[in-house]
């Protein structure tokens, strides 16, 4: 649980006009991320990375790329996004001998939400039947789990050992912070207030910010860590705008965008997500002159 900390960007999957995975985009940009942008941490499949779309063997392949890039130089968190405790598990297994340090763990994504016991037994048996620690991205809006229960799982599933705390609402970030203590690591990905998240107390962040300014995440990160709430203050006012830009149904593609202004290769969505859209395209771009990356 203590290598679950500070800047963890949910990196990208680049895929190729003929919808395979590109291996060497995928390679350069964890290369990047490790040793120009200096992150604490990497998470791949998740929701930035499309991980909606991938199949077991694609979950898999891009964990061993990430993991033998890294090369124990930070750690590596796989997502899962399925919709059955059997699947969740089956995914866990598939990269289980690959060394990640932890699963990221979506509630299911169907329209029949679990009550909180079967929520409890779910997040078990995916402990029990992979053997790795599991965060719970708390993302999905007809599966959103409360402070409460969150920290009951937290308290009674022995292998869970944070959460990824998404949806943009600080004050149920506040009361996890508050409720959970010490006893998990959690994780902001409210990507509009990371500022702020980290004064509160979040160990750091798995957010798609991260992915598209990583640079400018890892400085605020270190600001707030040494009291420097004045420079904190002034990347967050860089930030925010950029955020605003890219968060939209298509926030992968966007992300994607802003990787492409700086050099980087994202490749392009996969179907039927559609690429950022000519308005987006010059609102990304204005954000990035606007905080002086590009």
Request: proline share 6%; aromatic share 6%.
């Amino acid at each position: 649980m203590d290598s679950i900390y500070g800047i963890v960007p949910p990196v990208v999957t680049p895929f190729r006009e003929d919808d395979s995975l590109d291996e060497e985009a995928f390679r350069a940009d964890i290369q990047y991320m490790i040793e120009t942008a200096k992150v604490h941490g990497l998470a791949v499949t998740g929701s930035t990375g499309e991980g909606h779309t991938l199949g077991d063997d694609e979950v898999r392949q891009l964990t061993q790329w990430a993991v033998e890039e890294a090369d124990g130089r930070v750690p590596v968190i796989t997502g899962i996004i399925t919709d059955s405790t059997k699947s969740a598990i089956e995914r866990g297994k598939a990269v289980a001998d690959l060394g990640p340090v932890a699963l990221q763990v979506t509630p299911v994504h169907y329209l029949f939400r679990p009550d909180d016991d079967a929520m409890v037994r779910h997040f078990e048996a995916l402990c029990e039947g992979t053997g790795l620690p599991v965060m719970i991205y708390n993302v999905v809006p007809w599966t959103y789990l409360s402070p409460e229960l969150l920290t009951r799982i937290i308290d009674e599933v022995e292998g869970v050992v944070g959460v990824k705390q998404s949806a943009g609402d600080m004050k149920l970030l506040a009361d996890l912070l508050l409720m959970a203590g010490d006893r998990a690591r959690i994780m902001t990905a409210v990507d509009a207030l990371l500022y702020p998240s980290f004064v509160l107390g979040a160990y750091g962040a798995i957010a798609a910010i991260l992915t598209a300014v990583p640079e400018l995440c890892v400085a605020l990160w270190d600001a707030c860590r040494a009291g420097d709430h004045k420079k904190a203050l002034d990347l967050h006012e860089k930030l925010l705008p950029i955020w605003n830009a890219i968060f939209d149904d298509n926030l992968p593609a966007n992300t994607k965008y802003a990787m492409k202004l700086q050099g980087r290769d994202g490749g392009v969505p996969r179907p039927p997500m559609p690429p950022s859209s000519a308005e987006q395209e010059g609102q990304v771009q204005a954000a990035l002159e606007n905080a002086g990356v590009i």
